[in-house]
């Protein structure tokens, strides 16, 4: 159980602070909280490449 909690909680705690952060930019300017969220999508596709092909 506690192997599976370490491996899982990194990936819950990055997805809820992109998720608060693309939340906060909306409720500043509606746009850039869909820009921000794209970003955030685009970083972590590319941090999930590199960690699949090394």
């Known amino acids: 159980m ?3 909690l370490t491996s899982i909680l ?3 705690l990055m997805l ?3 998720g608060g952060l693309s939340y906060g930019a909306w409720l500043i300017y509606e ?3 869909f820009l921000v ?3 955030l999508t685009l970083v972590g ?3 999930c490449a ?3 092909v090394k």
């Open 2 to 4: 506690k192997k599976v």
């Open 10 to 12: 990194p990936d819950t």
């Open 16 to 18: 809820a602070g992109a």
């Open 31 to 33: 746009p850039a909280g």
């Open 37 to 39: 969220g794209g970003a």
């Open 45 to 47: 596709g590319i941090l």
């Open 50 to 52: 590199r960690v699949v």
